[in-house]
C-alpha cells in the first residue's frame, strides 16, 4: 500500500478536479461574496451523511439470490469488509459517486439555486476526497496518525472491520456514532463481538 494508491487513483483524481472547476466556475460566474460559507455545508453535515450511508447503503444486506444488485452492492462495500487491505477496494466505485454526485447537486440547486449550488457541492466533493484520505489512512500500516483524535478514529474503524461491523460507523468523524451510541467517544466500551469481516 502506498500513498501513490491514493492520490493516482482515477475517482480522486476526478473529484480534486471536480473540486477546482466548480470552485472557479462559481468564482467565473460572480457567486457574491455571502454565498460562500456555504463551503462549510458539507463540514457540518458531515457527520450524519457519512453515518448514514455508512450503516444503511454501504452496509445494506445482500439479496439472497445472484444477479446484478448483489454484484453491485459487494462491489460497493461488502468486498472490502471481506479484503479490508486490498487497495482497489478502499475507494468508492465510480459507477456509485456518479448518481451520489447528481442527486447531491440537485438537492443544492433546489435550495440555492443552479449556479450558488456549485459553492456547496464543491465543498461537498473536497470533503470526500478528505474522507478518502482518512479511510486510506485508517487502513495503510505505515502511516501513523499524529492526534489522539486520529489514533482514535483510526482504532474505531479498526474495531469495525475486526471486531463488529454493526458499530463505529464513522470515518472522519465519531459524533453521529456518540449521538447514536454506537460506538464514537474515547472511552466507549466495546459490544459483543459481532461479524466483522464478511456482512453476507
Request: hydrophobic share 50%; proline share 9%.
Amino acid at each position: 500500500m502506498r500513498r501513490r494508491d491514493l492520490w493516482t487513483h482515477p475517482t480522486v483524481m476526478a473529484m480534486i478536479v471536480t473540486c477546482v472547476a466548480l470552485l472557479a466556475a462559481a468564482w467565473r460566474l460572480g457567486v457574491p461574496t455571502r454565498a460562500w460559507p456555504l463551503l462549510l455545508i458539507p463540514v457540518l453535515l458531515a457527520p450524519f451523511v457519512e453515518f448514514g450511508l455508512h450503516r444503511f447503503v454501504l452496509h445494506a444486506p445482500l439479496p439472497a439470490r445472484d444477479g446484478l444488485r448483489r454484484r453491485l452492492q459487494v462491489d460497493l462495500h461488502h468486498a472490502h469488509h471481506a479484503e479490508p487491505r486490498d487497495v482497489a477496494r478502499l475507494f468508492w466505485p465510480a459507477w456509485a459517486l456518479v448518481p451520489l454526485a447528481v442527486l447531491t447537486y440537485a438537492a443544492y440547486a433546489l435550495l440555492f439555486g443552479p449556479v450558488t449550488a456549485m459553492v456547496p457541492m464543491a465543498g461537498s466533493v473536497g470533503y470526500f476526497v478528505f474522507y478518502e484520505w482518512m479511510h486510506f489512512s485508517h487502513h495503510d500500516p505505515a502511516y501513523q496518525p499524529r492526534t489522539r483524535y486520529g489514533l482514535r478514529m483510526r482504532r474505531a474503524h479498526m474495531h469495525h472491520h475486526y471486531y463488529n461491523a454493526s458499530h463505529w460507523w464513522g470515518i472522519t468523524n465519531d459524533f453521529a456514532d456518540v449521538l447514536f451510541r454506537t460506538g464514537g467517544g474515547a472511552a466507549y466500551p466495546k459490544p459483543p463481538r459481532g461479524n466483522p469481516r464478511s456482512l453476507r
